[in-house]
Nanobody
Framework: QVQLVESGGGLVQPGESLRLSCAAS????????LGWIRQDSGKEREGVSV????????FYADSVKGRFTISRDIFTNTVYLQMDSLKPEDTAVYYC????????????????WGQGTQVTVSS
């Protein structure tokens, strides 16, 4: 049974950092692309970052490039999203997702979703 459990969200001020974690179970990370999608109320869903299954290559949305870093720990089956220099526009629910096999990772065709974790950036 595939499960994705996020943690690490919270309320921070602009310029601060957060690290999100996604504990995966029911599969191993090196066979699937994992990533993060965010959605704020009234806004469109946005693919934030993804890490490719075979070589760990990473992709980022332009809005977070240079500020966010995705990584994975194959041994603990956990994916992380380090978020630095946070801005109010980063406020959203962040979902850990597993992409469908046979698709390009950066297409963000999610097959499984976590429950989401709220990130709020406000002064």
């Amino acid at each position: 049974q595939v499960q994705l459990v996020e943690s690490g969200g919270g309320l921070v001020q602009p310029g601060e950092s957060l690290r999100l974690s996604c504990a995966a179970s029911g599969f191993t990370l090196d066979y699937y692309c994992l990533g993060w999608i965010r959605q704020d109320s009234g806004k469109e869903r946005e693919g934030v970052s993804v890490i490719r299954s075979d070589d760990g290559h990473t992709f980022y949305a332009d809005s977070v490039k240079g500020r966010f870093t995705i990584s994975r720990d194959i041994f603990t089956n956990t994916v992380y999203l380090q978020m630095d220099s946070l801005k109010p526009e980063d406020t959203a629910v962040y979902y850990c997702v597993r992409m469908k096999t046979g698709t390009d990772c950066w297409a963000y065709e999610a097959e499984y979703w976590g429950q989401g974790t709220q990130v709020t950036v406000s002064s």
